[in-house]
Nanobody, 120 residues
Framework: QVQLVESGGGLVQPGGSLRLSCAAS????????MSWYRQAPGKERELVAL????????SYADSVKDRFTISRDNAKKTVFLQMNSLKPDDTAVYYC?????????????WGQGTQVTVSE
């Protein structure tokens, strides 16, 4: 059974930090590209950060560059998102995604999301 379980969300003041975690099970984690997405009320889900299967490469949305850092621990089957200098605009539900593409098939799994609220 595939599971992605996010944790670490909460309420934080502007300028504060949070670290999100996403624990995976039920699939070969080390083969998958892992990403964090977010969705604010009334807005479409957007890609925040991505990390390749071996962590050689990462990519970030312009809005979070230099503030957020994505990392992964393949031994622990966990991906992280360190969020610093948080702004009210970062308020959203954050989702973990696992994606694998091969010439023969593709798989995409989602977590249930964790709420991040940045407010005074």
């Amino acid at each position: 059974q595939v599971q992605l379980v996010e944790s670490g969300g909460g309420l934080v003041q502007p300028g504060g930090s949070l670290r999100l975690s996403c624990a995976a099970s039920g699939f070969t984690f080390s083969r998958y590209i892992m990403s964090w997405y977010r969705q604010a009320p009334g807005k479409e889900r957007e890609l925040v950060a991505l990390i390749t299967s071996t962590a050689i490469s990462t990519s970030y949305a312009d809005s979070v560059k230099d503030r957020f850092t994505i990392s992964r621990d393949n031994a622990k089957k966990t991906v992280f998102l360190q969020m610093n200098s948080l702004k009210p605009d970062d308020t959203a539900v954050y989702y973990c995604n696992a994606f694998l593409w091969t010439p023969h098939a593709s798989n995409s799994y989602w977590g249930q999301g964790t709420q991040v609220t940045v407010s005074e």
